[in-house]
């Protein structure tokens, strides 16, 4: 079942949301949709890694954020409606230090004034690195 407001969206679609923020700063990319899924990628790369050469805990987060957010924006009527977070949480299972990372988006409730989505974040050989939920308020524009 295609969970999107606008059945057709398409890559180059959200690609226009996202121009000169941090998603363009930690090189994220979006990599597929799904009927009720989100992808999207970052590289682990000096912007992206703490100290110790890792992949820095609040770079997952700023994924994570940055995908489920877009995903509640993409549910909704963006005429009448915007959405903003509420609550993230996360989970840093395993470390990384190279490479990129791809997070998934699906939704767990997608009700009328909150969605909570469950976003995975796994490495190239699929290992998960970080689990997160996300929690977004969906507001009435007056």
Not at 23 to 38: K, P, Q, R, S, V
Not at 51 to 78: K, N, R, W
Not at 94 to 105: C, D, H, L, P, Y
Not at 108 to 135: A, F, P, Q
Request: hydrophobic fraction near 45%; aromatic fraction near 8%; include cysteine.
């Amino acid at each position: 079942m295609n969970i999107w407001f606008k059945k057709d969206v398409t890559i180059d679609d959200l690609k226009k949301i996202e121009g000169n923020t941090m998603a363009d700063f930690l090189h994220l990319e979006w990599e597929e949709i799904g009927d009720d899924f989100l992808k999207m990628s970052m590289p682990v790369f000096p912007p992206t890694q703490q100290p110790y050469g890792f992949l820095h805990g609040g770079a997952s987060c700023v994924l994570a954020e940055t995908i489920g957010s877009i995903a509640s924006a993409m549910v909704i009527d963006q005429d009448k409606f915007y959405c903003v977070g509420l609550e993230i949480n996360a989970n840093h299972i395993r470390s990384i230090s190279e490479g990129k990372v791809i997070a998934t988006a699906l939704p767990l409730h997608l009700g009328k004034s909150t969605h909570v989505w469950d976003i995975k974040i796994k490495d190239n050989r699929d290992k998960l690195i970080c689990v997160s939920r996300l929690t977004v308020a969906i507001l009435k524009k007056v």
